[in-house]
């Protein structure tokens, strides 16, 4: 059983965008997050740079508390044992924020050559590397969850092969359509998606968190895969260039079948506090797609319907 009575918490009626701000706070965060994970060499920063990491590490925290406070409702009572929350989670493919949204169709059946560049060039903007992510939330987890994390990582290495990388697979697909991500370019809405993931996986106290935003995205990408692969393939994009998103229309039902059962549900059984900020994760990274699709859909004139202005 659903719980149904948790489903009309799921999209609340409350501000629309309120993390977002003019894009300022969130390409100085993309900025930030890709500074701190580039490999140094041990220099020390000049005082210039260290002003804008100290900026920066404050507008993470209040991105995250602002976000925190938005998707607060929709969190409110969140089951604790194991089975419920598993069934509580599983639903959120159903009626989490931003499912179901008619931009997917639209890019499948109608959008032209152009606009699927500018979604791609959005999309790839906002990526923060699942692999990265991943690996980042691992990090002294518990035994059972850890395995999966690092089995699920190996799909995303392409299982030790470099043309099996995912992250390679993406940036063939960017360079086939001529695509090349820059932040001042990208609506704040995409790179607030990427900064929200790093976020989490980057600040151990979020770790839990990381787990639901991971899990969430297995457990819903593989629709809208379906979709955007539809899309390039009427456009006659290759298929070689265009197999990130068939590969995940089908990979990620595996991946999320396995994540629930092997980190989520052995995560909550051992200890159901945790439950609660997996849930919050989820939602989290729910919200924050949901924001950008919603962009999207202003940007290429589609009523929430599917038609067109």
Sequence with gaps: MLHSALAPKLQPNIRENPFTDDGVRQRALSRFNRDRLAPGLGKDMDEQTLAAHQLASKYEREFLIEARATIAPMIAEIPQDTASFIAWFEHLQQEGPGQNDPLFPWLAEQASLEDMRWFLAQEVAGEAGFDDLVAMTQVKMPLRAKLEMARNYWD?????????????????????????????????????????????????????????????????????????????????????????????AVLDVKHSAAWNTEVLATLVREDPCRAHAIAEGAMLRLWCGKQCFDRYRRHFGIYAGGALH
């Design 156 to 248: 995303e290495m392409g299982r030790g092969e470099a043309k099996g990388m995912h992250g390679p697979m993406l940036e063939r697909l960017a360079a086939h359509f001529e695509i090349t991500s820059r932040i001042e370019e990208t609506v704040p809405e995409a790179l607030a998606l990427g900064n929200m993931m790093m976020a989490l996986a980057a600040n151990r106290t979020f770790a839990f968190h990381s787990v639901g935003a991971l899990g969430v995205i297995e457990l819903t990408a593989p629709g809208r895969a379906v979709y955007v692969s539809r899309g390039l393939d009427r456009l006659g994009v290759p298929k070689k260039q265009s197999h990130y998103f068939a590969l995940h």
